[in-house]
């Protein structure tokens, strides 16, 4: 059974950093794209940044771009989003996901993923 643990979130000043991380397994877990998804109070889950399998690609969504960095660790199981610059709107549960499908091409939509962690809060003050 696949299982994602993430940790990491806390509260930080706006212009701080946070590194959040992803702990995976069940899963030959090189093969799949891992994503990074976040929830603000009443807002829908949306996509923040995707790696590939072996950590060579990855994608952003706008809003994070040149301040958000996805990695990973094939050796550890893990997947990391660096968050540099944060801002008051970053504030949200992030959550990690596993793509449903090995080797495929990165995604943004959630129902491309099938395993969820339990989310981890990070909160920005201004």
């Not at 807002?43 to 996805?70: I, L």
């Amino acid at each position: 059974q696949v299982q994602l643990v993430e940790s990491g979130g806390g509260l930080v000043q706006a212009g701080g950093s946070l590194r959040l991380s992803c702990a995976a397994s069940g899963r030959t877990f090189s093969l799949y794209n891992m994503g990074w998804f976040r929830q603000a109070p009443g807002k829908e889950r949306e996509f923040v940044a995707v790696v590939s399998g072996n950590g060579g690609s990855s994608y952003y969504a706008d809003s994070v771009k040149g301040r958000f960095t996805v990695s990973r660790d094939n050796a550890k199981n893990t997947v990391y989003l660096q968050m540099n610059s944060l801002k008051p709107e970053d504030t949200a549960v992030y959550y990690c996901a596993v793509d449903r499908q090995p080797y495929g091409r990165l995604k943004v939509q959630r129902e491309a993923y099938d395993y969820w962690g339990q989310g981890t809060q990070v909160t920005v003050s201004s």
